[in-house]
């Protein structure tokens, strides 16, 4: 009578057994074409089916087939549905990238202010350049080349000997004539301001031919 039952057994865990991966492949079934042949839904149904029409008719006796039968359809569809398992791991969330650092500001590039002496650099009451103040403006024309981006103020000053606007119109011109030969060394005329203060500022008395000296000056600083 067990032998005559057999069939049925097997054939009702098969049954179960492809019926408890169902979910599994209707959950999965855009994904079951990358799995193994092993792992797709119709292997392991089969597989979790003959398992457990094995145990089941190996664990009945004459008497309780049904009761065999039970447990063979069981675990053949508990083991369908873990051969049917999806074991794809999880994907790992990519960690968000550090927001890149801001760039450091370039540093500003050094300009040392240049003082010219009106004795020195200037004919008396005159707005014309001699030859020695050539040779400090050459220097300044080449720092202003290596630093392209770098604007300076010229700034004329004179004592408070005469008239305060003659003093004006004189500091005026020899600022200009300093911008003019830094031009004719290649510096834009847009990268220099000059402009004249005349006796407006002082940085020494005015009472004494040294004071006064120091203050007929040109200066020549960065903007």
Known sequence: MKRSTTGLLLGSALVIG????????????????DRAWYQQPVVCGIAGGLIGGSIGYATSGSSDEET??????TTGSAIGALLCADRTPEPVAEPEPEPMPEPEPAPEPEFEPVVLSSEVNFAFDR???RPQAE?????????????????????GHTDSVGSAEYNQGLSQRRAESVRDYLMSQGIAGERMTAVGYGEERP?????????????RRVEIDRQ
Do not use: K, W, Y
């Open 18 to 33: 492809l019926s408890g991966c169902a979910s599994s492949a209707s959950q999965s079934s855009a994904g079951s074409s």
């Open 68 to 73: 065999g039968a039970v447990i063979g359809a």
């Open 127 to 129: 707005a014309e350049l």
């Open 135 to 155: 040779v400090t403006l050459d220097e300044v024309a080449r720092r202003l080349r290596e630093n392209p981006e770098l604007r300076v103020r010229i700034e």
């Open 203 to 215: 940085v020494a008395t005015n009472d004494t031919d040294e004071g006064r000296a120091l203050n």
